[in-house]
């Protein structure tokens, strides 16, 4: 199966944002992907108010997605908010960090478990997180669904792996700073080594490439989108700048790396 990851870097504009993900939809399937998959925050980019644009899965924002996804003929996985928590009964005071999925045979989602209160940035002040891992299948193939600092938590990973996934997507806004770049590229590799499965570890761009500052401690990207086969090889990979990349995944791959390295049979659950 073809699969291509779209390094954006969003906005604030719901609309522009949008765009460039039908952009990407296109390009990538004019390279013969059957997947797409764009970042975390594709809907705004974090270091914008998210409450006011938070919308539930039937919304305009995700139906233009489903709209372009069966235009194209390609799933699509990206990341948007919908509404959480309201603080009076009414007005909505907290969003769902939320992955959509979406495309031929696909529509499901998914809402970020592990929300990033750390290296000075509290998301759990303004997003609800989520309670259940996700799975979907498409193009023979099962994916497992995880959102940025999901990443550190191998168990997430193991539950997708056990409920069939042979490939983890991992949509982030990854924040930057000190050893930041390094980190994500190795969590993704452990993860891959941890479960035995594909890891499409897909990012947002530095925008410090082009030429964009930060947005206090908001985590807005650094890039270094890639997939990771089940035993931990880096098979394609981009730098910080926006880019597009393309990989293809064999089931049978990950079939041979459980039989050399058995880690999910092997594994023992401690409480």
Known sequence: MRVA??????????????????????????????????????????????VDIAEPLDGPWATRVREI????RIVIV?????????????AVT???NTLIATGPGVDTSYDKIHLFDAFGFAESDTVDPGTEPVTFEA??????LATCYDVR???????????????????????SGPGKAEQWQLLARARAVDTTTFVLACGQGDPATQGIGPKGAAPTGVGYSAVVSPLGQVLEA???EPGLLFAELDATA??????????????RDFH
Request: with cysteine; charged share 20%.
């Open 5 to 50: 990851l779209a390094q954006v870097i969003t906005g604030r504009d719901l609309a522009e944002n949008l765009s460039l993900l039908e952009d990407y939809a296109r390009r990538a399937k004019d390279g013969g992907a059957e997947l797409v998959v764009f970042p975390e925050a594709t809907m705004r980019a974090f270091g914008n108010s998210l």
């Open 69 to 72: 996804a069966a235009e194209l």
């Open 78 to 90: 990206a990341g948007m908010f919908t509404p959480g928590t309201s603080g009076d009964g009414t």
């Open 94 to 96: 907290k969003v769902r």
């Open 139 to 144: 193009g023979g193939m099962t994916f497992g």
């Open 153 to 175: 938590f191998p168990a997430l990973f193991t539950a997708n792996a056990l409920r069939g996934a042979v490939a983890n997507i991992v949509c982030a806004s990854w924040g």
């Open 238 to 240: 981009l730098d910080a």
């Open 254 to 267: 990950v079939e041979e790396a459980r039989t050399k390295l058995p880690v999910l049979a092997n594994r």
